[in-house]
């Protein structure tokens, strides 16, 4: 049997059917187009459902059941989008009016926590017992595995990894706070770094704007990543300030967690090394356990956003 994944974002609907191994035999996509009304969204995930299930030669009584990962506050016992800012809805059926439209099972998830399953069935994660996923975009996602289970609290919200604190008084928070991590070791926050930087830079030239072709608001997450490559010691400087607040809130998941691995996945991530190296470096010298001869194995996430897609699938 098959099962199938859908990945409800705020710009596309991915959809993709996984085999028993983990393996995306076939997706299809649309706009997501939002807003509009919830049974627009439906229709739309229902037809790229489909289209999915006929790219990959089968029909829909080859498939066991549908997930859907979604961004946002979801409740996976009642079948409900409690709330989704990038969505615009509260309290959505999603679950009951996806089943009247493919007569199937269907499971929601948070769209974060789907992708730390996909990573510990079939990524950086696999063999894990305890893992943790961490994704760097507009802001922190965050998924937590124990014991082979996806964690989130006894109200279905917990793993909101990027809303510690780690600042006091800090950045102002999307969410409301004041010095979330999110707002740091984002990659927003790595952006905004990097624009601060070349407008305190109190020099006739800058290279990072130079990178910009003289656009700071062509600055992106790898401006800092690149001039620094090049030998820009401003940049240098906006690397390692970046590292230490990304490194901080890691230090603090793993004395909580002390997962097997904690993998990174998120556009900064593509800095592979560059960013992970000094990363560990810095968990290795503030970390709780650095006497203990197990430590937590700190990796780049592998399945990029096929991640969401597999985790989705395998919901239970």
Not at 69 to 85: L, Q, R
Request: proline residues 2%; hydrophobic residues 40%.
């Amino acid at each position: 049997m098959y099962r199938l994944g859908i990945d409800l974002g705020g710009t596309n609907i991915v959809a993709g059917v996984v085999d028993e191994k983990y393996k995306i035999v076939a997706r299809a996509s649309c706009k997501t187009n939002v807003p509009r009304p919830e049974s627009e969204i439906c229709d739309s995930m229902a037809e790229v459902a489909l289209k999915a299930v006929e790219k990959a030669k089968i029909t829909m009584d080859d498939v066991a059941s549908i997930g859907i990962g979604v961004p946002g506050a979801v409740n996976p016992k009642t079948g409900v989008i409690e709330y989704s800012a990038n969505l615009f809805f509260h309290n959505w059926e999603v679950v009951k009016m996806m089943q009247e439209r493919l007569n199937k099972k269907v499971l929601i998830e948070n769209d974060a926590n789907a992708a730390a399953l996909g990573e510990y069935l079939a990524g950086s994660a696999k063999g894990a017992k305890n893992a943790i996923a961490i994704t760097l975009g507009t802001g922190v996602g965050g998924g937590i595995i124990i014991n082979g289970k996806i964690y989130s609290g006894s109200n279905y919200a917990g793993a909101e990894l990027g809303h510690m604190v780690i600042v006091k008084d800090g950045k102002e928070c999307a969410c409301g706070r004041k010095g979330c991590w999110e707002t740091y070791a984002s990659a927003t926050g790595l952006i905004n770094m990097t624009k601060q930087k070349i407008l305190s830079e109190k020099l006739d030239y800058s290279y990072m704007l130079k990178l910009c072709d003289g656009d700071i608001n062509k600055v992106n997450g790898k401006t800092a990543f690149d001039a620094m490559e090049d030998g820009d010691p401003a940049a240098k400087e906006v690397v390692e300030e970046y590292v230490a607040y990304l490194a901080t809130g890691l230090v603090n998941i793993i004395n909580i967690f002390q997962p097997d691995v904690l993998c990174v996945g998120g556009g900064v991530s593509n800095q592979g090394e560059n960013l992970l190296g000094p990363v560990r470096a810095f968990v290795e010298r503030e970390r709780y356990t650095k006497h203990n001869d197990k430590q937590t194995v700190i990796c780049k996430a592998t399945l990029g956003n096929d991640a969401g897609i597999i985790g989705a699938a395998y919901l239970d």
